[in-house]
């Protein structure tokens, strides 16, 4: 099984510390970690292998290396002549016709704990592997290259990664050097579950201020948010939401679901953050929600229902409050979260919607793809037919992203293992470039360097990939160099005049946005109220007529 990709989110320059910090634990830690684990498994049961270790009380106790050592070694250790048994146990309680016991899945949530304290505590025998007969050769000393890798450069990005391996789900820190074309993995992290989100966020939620972190969404109902500035770590340094065990999970769907107010009840699948709100976070989930969260304070802010599960959203650019989702139910909303009676504007397209994604350069329209392979390019003003329908792919088109160094310029990546380049200007959009990844499998993700402006990450079924768009031709020929970001402020300026500037005050330009799209909410409510009248007075006279 290959060992898929799948989300990927860049770090700026600058922002990561040179040298990590490492998580270690004393010995004396060590061990009382061990014995609270082991004491941990109850009178008459034993840890993993238990049985065949020295009964030899160790001096230290922790987590051991693993070895090759076969299994006659492993049931006589040094010193120990006697033989391990062959003898078969039998359940005589055991069904046949379930031996793996699946009718009391849902019972097991409550065993998950101990079942986990039980395999660490039978992997952990000595703290100091130098009283571990069974390790030989003595620990490495780190050389001067292990040092030098180590080290974060400030012309270094970082990219998360979160990739589900056929052992163990992994969020991977990689270091990527474009002067040196270097990328190389720095650390990981391992997750109790498979990542389906992961997006960088500058905001330390400890200290209230800039940060180095990453929000992570999963197959659990949670947001787990890990420090990218220390190495080695066991747990997240915050989560958001309440964690619900299947048993109270199925009493609910019985009763009448009620809007919740402590985060979500099923995998969250994407996650947005806004640079200018660096306390506001947007999640969404297959439990048929949105949700914006209070960093600060650990809160959530707002619930924004759906008719199916919410596949992805992003924040406006320019505009903090206007928050873009896609569903399964073939629904493009956007709404403004200062409303409270939570009304939104809506778009219906072809298939389930994959992706949404603001035009930076014309940022009163976004784009929208979904699982048929098509993209629909949008005007948020008016609640009418997409500016441009393109049949991008064949298959569901899982990424979307722009590279401002050249204007116009639209990437998409699909399940069908390609890359494509699109110039979107003059509303008739082209393809410049078509790049197929043939032994990479399906194509996931894919997120653009925030300095570089040429350079794409790939996630995919089977690694990741950065790929910078100035290798080809085509698109040299078509878009010519990319802009520097000192290039880029002038981008920025031909935008003011267009979008909203929140941080340049240009408050009559912003409420004159927002205020078209509450009053364009505001119509379609007062329509769609006038169509359910309308409707209503029809049966009435029908019935009437029917009664006479």
């Not at 571990?132 to 080290?151: C, G, N, S």
């Not at 420090?227 to 989560?239: F, G, H, Q, R, Y």
């Not at 003003?381 to 160094?405: D, I, N, Y």
């Not at 925030?450 to 950065?466: H, R």
Request: proline share 5%; aromatic share 6%; with cysteine.
């Amino acid at each position: 099984m290959a060992s898929l990709v799948s989300s990927v989110s860049w770090v700026s320059r600058g922002v990561a510390k040179s040298r990590p910090e490492k998580l270690s634990l004393e010995v004396n830690d060590l061990e009382n970690v061990i014995e609270e684990l082991k004491s941990g498994l109850g009178d008459g049961e034993s840890a993993v292998g238990e049985d065949s270790l020295p009964r030899k009380p160790p001096k230290n106790a922790s987590v051991c290396k693993t070895t090759n050592e076969t299994e006659d070694s492993i049931e006589n250790p040094p010193g120990d002549e006697s033989g391990g048994s062959d003898e078969e146990v039998i359940d005589e309680n055991e069904d046949p016709d379930d031996p793996y016991n699946l009718a009391a899945y849902d019972d097991e949530d409550q065993d998950d704990e101990l079942m986990l304290e039980s395999t660490i505590a039978g992997m952990t025998v000595y703290a100091d592997n130098k009283d571990d007969p069974y390790i030989t050769l003595p620990d490495e000393v780190d050389e001067e290259d292990d040092k030098a890798d180590f080290e974060i450069r400030p012309t270094d990005n970082l990219i998360v990664a979160g990739r589900a391996a056929p052992e163990c789900s992994l969020l991977e820190v990689y270091v990527y050097n474009q002067k040196d074309s270097s990328l190389y993995c720095h650390h990981d992290i391992i997750l109790p579950a498979f990542p389906l989100a992961a997006c960088w966020i500058n905001y330390d939620v400890e200290t209230k201020s800039p940060g180095n972190m990453v929000a992570v969404g999963s197959m659990e109902p949670v947001i787990s948010i890990w420090e990218l500035d220390v190495v080695e770590v066991i747990e997240p340094v915050a989560t958001l939401g309440t964690k619900q065990s299947t048993k109270s999970t199925k009493k609910k769907k019985k009763t009448k679901e009620k809007s919740s107010v402590d985060g979500h009840t099923d995998a969250v699948l994407d996650i947005s953050w806004h640079s200018m709100a660096p306390t506001a976070l947007a999640s969404a989930s297959a439990d048929h929600t949105a949700a914006v969260w209070d960093l600060s304070e650990g809160k959530q802010l707002l619930s924004l229902k759906h008719t199916d599960k919410v596949q992805t959203l992003d924040w406006h650019p320019k505009e903090s409050s206007v928050l873009l989702t896609g569903a399964f139910d073939h629904v493009v909303r956007l709404y403004d979260c200062r409303q409270q009676d939570k009304t939104c504007l809506k778009w219906k397209i072809k298939g389930e919607v994959e992706r949404v994604l603001w035009d930076s350069f014309c940022p009163y329209n976004f784009f929208a793809s979904d699982d048929s392979g098509h993209v629909f390019y949008m005007d948020s003003r008016k609640e009418t037919l997409p500016v441009f329908t393109l049949r991008a792919h064949e298959s569901a088109v899982t990424g979307l992203t722009q590279c401002r160094g050249y204007d116009g310029c639209l990437a998409t990546v699909a399940m069908d293992a390609t890359l494509k380049v699109w110039d979107t200007r003059k509303g008739n959009p082209n393809c410049v470039l078509e790049k197929k990844f043939k032994d990479q499998g399906g194509l996931t993700c894919v997120a653009p360097c925030p300095e570089a402006n040429s350079i794409l990450v790939l996630g995919s079924e089977k690694c990741l990939t950065i790929y910078d768009l100035q290798t080809s031709s085509q698109v040299r020929k078509h878009f010519g160099d990319p802009k520097t970001p000192e290039t880029n402020a002038s981008v920025d300026e031909a935008m003011d005049g267009l979008t909203l500037n929140t941080m340049e005050s240009d408050e009559d330009e912003l409420n004159e946005y927002l205020g078209n799209i509450s009053e364009t909410v505001t119509k379609s409510k007062t329509a769609s109220l006038s169509q359910a009248n309308r409707k209503k007075k029809k049966a009435k006279r029908k019935n009437k007529k029917a009664g006479g």
